[in-house]
C-alpha cells in the first residue's frame, strides 16, 4: 500500500464510508482496508470515527472575540467561545439570521388594538404579556395601566434596594 492509497483510505474513512465502498473506490481488498483502518485508529462505528476526526473547516478561534475555542471532541461546530458572544455577534449581526418571510406574521392585538409581527407563531392574540394579563384579568381596565415589563422590574429592583 503507498502513501497515496493510505491518504486516500484515510480521507474517505473521516467522510464517513465503510470498509467495503473505499475499497471499491481505492481499488484494493475489503480485508486490505480494514487493516489499515484498525492499524491507524479508524476503527468502530463510522460516526464514532466522524466524531473523533478534526474537521478542518471548523474554526478554532471565536468568531466574535477572536478566543481560542475548546471543545469536546464528540460536540459538533462550535463557532463561538460562549453564549455572550454568541448573543453579542448575533445582535451587531441581524441580517445574517435565516428567518424566513413566510413564517413571520402581522397581527393586530386584541386588547390595545396595535400591531405587531412574529416569528413562527401564527395563532398570537396579544402584543405582549401584558395585554394578555389585561384583557383576561382586568376586563374593566383601560389601555394607561399596560405598563412595560421592564419598568415593572426596575421599580421592584428599587424598592428591594431600598429596604
Not at 464514532?48 to 471543545?71: H, L, M, W, Y
Request: net charge positive.
Amino acid at each position: 500500500m503507498n502513501a497515496e492509497m493510505a491518504r486516500q483510505i484515510t480521507e474517505l474513512r473521516h467522510k464517513g464510508l465503510g470498509y467495503k465502498s473505499i475499497a471499491i473506490v481505492v481499488g484494493t481488498s475489503r480485508e486490505n482496508v480494514r487493516y489499515f483502518c484498525k492499524t491507524h485508529g479508524l476503527v468502530g462505528d463510522v460516526e464514532q470515527v466522524k466524531a473523533t476526526f478534526k474537521d478542518e473547516n471548523v474554526p478554532s478561534r471565536c468568531k466574535f472575540c477572536g478566543k481560542r475555542i475548546e471543545r469536546n471532541p464528540k460536540s459538533g461546530k462550535k463557532l463561538f467561545c460562549s453564549d455572550e458572544c454568541r448573543r453579542a455577534w448575533w445582535k451587531q449581526h441581524p441580517e445574517k439570521s435565516m428567518h424566513s418571510q413566510e413564517a413571520t406574521y402581522t397581527f393586530e392585538c386584541a386588547y390595545c388594538k396595535r400591531y405587531f409581527s412574529a416569528y413562527g407563531n401564527k395563532f398570537r392574540k396579544y402584543c405582549s404579556h401584558d395585554c394578555y394579563v389585561m384583557d383576561r384579568f382586568w376586563k374593566n381596565g383601560n389601555l394607561n395601566h399596560v405598563v412595560p415589563k421592564s419598568k415593572i422590574r426596575a421599580e421592584i429592583k428599587d424598592i428591594v434596594l431600598e429596604a
